[in-house]
């Protein structure tokens, strides 16, 4: 499965980036899909996470700031990112869990600026 993230950019503080990660493969049903991010010097997180449509969760630090969304339909898993903020630069990585094995995107770059 190849995956391929993007929508990563240079923003001001309080604005907003969506980012998209297109998968080579269906990834529909049950599948579990996250977008991870690594600062600057920093091990790489979990930003959010979604299972099936519904089930979702949010590190704390993003709660109510950022939504992670699916379409199955696009094979495409999306993170729209509100009201950023400087500690949110950095890296962000899509990753997809399929039948126990990981794949990953290539990262895509977010700086937000003060």
């Known amino acids: 499965v190849q995956l391929q993230a993007s929508g990563g950019g240079l923003v001001q503080v309080g604005g907003s980036l969506r980012l998209s990660c297109a998968a080579s493969?269906?990834?529909?049903?049950?599948?579990?899909l996250a977008w991870h991010r690594q600062a600057p010097g920093k091990q790489r997180e979990v930003v959010a996470h979604?299972?099936?449509?519904?089930?979702?969760d949010y590190a704390e630090s993003v709660r109510g700031r950022f939504t992670i969304s699916r379409d199955n339909a696009r094979n495409t898993l999306y993170l729209q990112m509100n009201n950023l903020k400087p500690e949110d630069t950095g890296v962000y990585y899509c990753?997809?869990?399929?039948?126990?094995?990981?794949?990953w995107g290539q990262g895509t770059q977010v700086t937000v600026s003060s």
């Open positions: 990753n997809l869990r399929k039948y126990s094995v990981d794949y």
């Open positions: 979604i299972r099936s449509s519904i089930v979702t």
């Open positions: 493969e269906s990834i529909s049903g049950n599948s579990y």
